[in-house]
């Protein structure tokens, strides 16, 4: 089976995402933000055997029950 790189794997996601929102045509556009944020620290790495997420394995971990409205919560507390 070929391995493909987490870089190979978020930039597919993009382009298949890009295909249904023209707003990802904007290099500023929040959703890319987004994606990246759910690609290393919510959807599991499938070459760590779909058990830890990128930034588990890099060390980073995110503390609550649910990353990705942790991530958020805490997003919207740093804008106030």
Do not use: C, Y
């Amino acid at each position: 089976m070929l391995s493909v790189g987490p870089s190979e794997r978020l930039n597919g996601g993009l382009r298949d995402r890009e295909k249904v929102m023209r707003s990802l045509k904007n290099e500023k556009s929040p959703i890319r933000k987004g994606m990246q944020l759910f690609h290393n620290f919510v959807n599991p790495h499938s070459g760590l055997e779909n058990e830890i997420t990128a930034s588990e394995a890099a060390g980073i971990r995110v503390e609550g029950k649910n990353n990705w409205l942790t991530i958020i919560q805490n997003a919207s507390k740093a804008e106030q």
